[in-house]
């Protein structure tokens, strides 16, 4: 179980235009919070700043927890941060054995307990005895399935979800959903799913922000279905404008 994934005052600009206006959230543990927005609205690259690997093109400003731990000038690797794509990205020169022993880590040591760690996994997936096999040969949902365990195994304690339901046709898509939704409950991880696919929103079962534009033409966001947990700072800024990151109290 670990902590909330605490989101203050984010927000990321582009060549002077504000695409994410400031976004404070805080995702419980277990629980999946969905942000929706069109195409090219700046989902990926919000999800890219929370990892640690946003583009230098971009200009973004806000502070990232994870409980009591803030993670904002972390680099990537020891945030602790899972980000599942829509492409799987599975190592295509490995087997599926080796792509799920990747996620594992140095930290669990010895051929034998990485071995049955990695045959847990697949046993789970329903892929028992797929060890060997070239993810080439893998169907798109069996493929999937790998992927999230992959990103499971690394032990993560946030999980970003970037439209990873798309390629799937449309009965996949609501097994891996329940799958990854299912994973991520039982593993007690705070998830913020962005995606422009209602269906996502709705079989998510939390809250959901939209990002859209005001009348004046400015990004805002506001909170489609709000419980008490969700704070949307939507207020639009004027283009060009990154608010400085809010000062925290003398506790943090
Ligand atoms: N590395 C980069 N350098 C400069 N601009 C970029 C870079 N990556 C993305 N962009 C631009 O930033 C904007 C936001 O892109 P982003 O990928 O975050 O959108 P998105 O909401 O995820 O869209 P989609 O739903 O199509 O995935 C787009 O205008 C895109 O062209
Ligand atoms: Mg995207």
């Known amino acids: 179980m670990s902590g909330a994934l ?72 020891r945030r602790r941060i899972g980000i599942l794509f829509q492409d799987d990205l599975l190592f295509p020169h490995l087997s599926v054995g080796e792509n799920l022993a990747f996620g594992l880590g140095p930290r669990v040591r010895g051929r034998k307990l990485r071995a049955a760690r990695v045959d847990a996994a697949l046993d789970e997936a329903g892929l028992a005895g797929f060890a060997a096999r070239d993810p080439a040969t893998l169907s798109g949902g069996q493929r999937a399935r790998v992927a999230l365990l992959r990103l499971l195994l690394a032990e993560p304690e946030a999980l970003l979800l970037d439209e990873p339901f798309n390629k799937l046709d449309t009965v996949l898509r609501a097994d891996f959903r329940r799958f990854v939704f299912g994973h991520a409950v039982a593993a007690g991880l705070p998830v913020l799913m962005v995606t422009h696919d209602r269906a996502d929103a709705e079989a998510a079962k939390g809250p959901v922000l939209e990002l859209g534009t005001s009348a004046g033409g400015a990004p805002e966001i506001s909170a489609a279905r709000v419980p008490c947990s969700i704070e949307a700072a939507g207020a639009a800024v004027p283009s060009g404008e990154v608010r400085a990151p809010p000062k925290k109290g003398a506790d943090g």
Request: glycine share 14%; aromatic share 4%; no cysteine.
């Open 6 to 77: 605490h989101l203050e005052g984010v927000s990321i600009a582009l060549e002077g235009r504000m695409l994410i206006p400031p976004l404070s959230v805080s995702v419980p543990p277990g629980h999946v919070v969905t942000l929706m927005g069109p195409s090219g609205s700046g989902k990926s690259t919000l999800l890219s700043f929370l990892g640690g690997t946003i583009a230098a093109a971009f200009r973004a400003a806000g502070r990232v927890w994870i409980g009591e731990r803030e993670v904002t000038e972390e680099p990537p690797e």
